[in-house]
């Protein structure tokens, strides 16, 4: 007897038509390991032909798994997201599980609803890309014994589970570069400052002119939100002072394209008149003209490593929350001048 109709196909019908136990088939569909080859071909056949499709929700909720992360991301407008998502389904792919992907676009009421849907018994984790408001959600997740791993935030309490990068210590390295220059007036485009990592960058900028003995300037310092948009006004603003800076540091690449173009717009040309320098090193960073000077954060293998952590909270419920902060490294390409180099040709 065959059926056609897959909404009436139920696993107790694949384990009679395959002559295995429910078990058995339950274990195929878990892609558990301790099911003969040749039984586990048969069964996936049976499912095959009989139209059986797994209800990955209702397995959810009725306590199993369902072979689903969860990936909760601010927007899809980035390389720096690409970069990280394409280290996440790598390793998801790699131990047969799916992605479900939600974007929140910077709303922090559309991560709480998120979340908590998803809590609802639909995936068996979450990742959580630069998320902005976990403090809200924080204690659903441990209701429903959510496994997450937050990536590239600081974390909200030591039980978290979260992956970074240095950022405070890339800030720096980037600033100290400029100052090796010769640059004193350096701008700063910070990020979205609720963000742990835009506010460690900033941290990095600070310490680097404190260590130099040289006097932090506010009025270089502008408030800018990872978007190249606000990278392109808030480097207008910078040239526009009474005495402008004489290099750019962006909190991330994306705000460094919007303060070239600002610089080009005002006859400036890079780095002749001004140099610039970004961070996260994504793809784009190495074709504009010129190449962008900036910091790598290992984006992918943040992704990774966030991966990996969840799996293993995953096979083992009672594995200590981990904390991994990955190095950063300084990238440097053609948009930095030294400053005895401008004073020269000027």
């Not at 069964?43 to 009989?50: D, R």
């Not at 970069?83 to 929140?104: C, F, H, K, P, S």
């Not at 984790?125 to 997740?141: K, M, Q, S, T």
């Not at 441990?142 to 309490?157: F, K, M, S, V, W």
């Amino acid at each position: 007897m065959r059926f056609r109709n897959s909404g009436n196909v139920t696993i107790i019908d694949v384990a009679r038509e395959a002559g295995v136990s429910y078990t058995t088939v339950s274990r195929v569909i878990n892609n558990n390991e301790h099911v003969r080859l040749p039984t586990r071909e048969r069964v996936m056949k049976v499912m095959e032909s009989l139209g059986y499709e797994v209800n990955r929700q209702a397995r959810g909720l009725a306590g199993g798994r369902s072979n689903i992360i969860g990936l909760l991301v601010p927007d899809l407008g980035t390389g720096y997201i690409g970069e990280i998502v394409r280290g996440i389904d790598a390793e998801l792919g790699a131990a047969q599980y799916d992605l479900m992907l939600y974007t929140t676009h910077q709303r922090k009421g559309k991560e709480a609803s998120y979340v908590a849907s998803l809590a609802r018994g639909s995936v068996d984790g979450l990742l959580l890309v630069l998320p902005r408001n976990p403090g809200a959600y924080r204690d659903i997740l441990n209701r429903q014994n959510i496994a997450y791993i937050l990536i590239d935030h600081q974390g909200i309490g030591e039980a978290d589970a979260a992956v970074g990068a240095t950022n405070r210590q890339g800030g720096y390295d980037a600033t100290e570069y400029l100052l090796r220059l010769g640059h004193r007036r350096i701008g700063f485009i910070t990020g979205t400052l609720e963000m742990g990592c835009a506010q460690e960058r900033l941290a990095g900028y600070q310490q680097a002119l404190a260590d130099r003995g040289v006097c932090a300037d506010p009025q270089l310092v502008r408030e800018g939100d990872f978007h190249q948009p606000r990278g392109y006004t808030a480097a207008l603003e910078l040239l526009s002072l009474p005495k402008p800076p004489t290099a750019i540091f962006a909190s991330n690449d994306v705000s460094a394209f919007g303060a070239m173009d600002a610089i080009r717009e005002r006859g400036l040309r890079i780095p002749d008149d001004i140099s610039v320098v970004g961070f996260d090193d994504i793809a784009q960073a190495s074709s504009v003209r010129p190449t962008l000077t900036t910091v790598r954060q290992p984006l992918e293998q943040m992704g990774r490593t966030a991966a990996r952590l969840l799996l293993e909270c995953l096979k083992n419920p009672s594995h200590l929350a981990k904390r991994v902060e990955l190095a950063t490294s300084l990238i440097v390409r053609e948009s930095c001048r030294s400053i005895e180099t401008l004073t020269e040709a000027a």
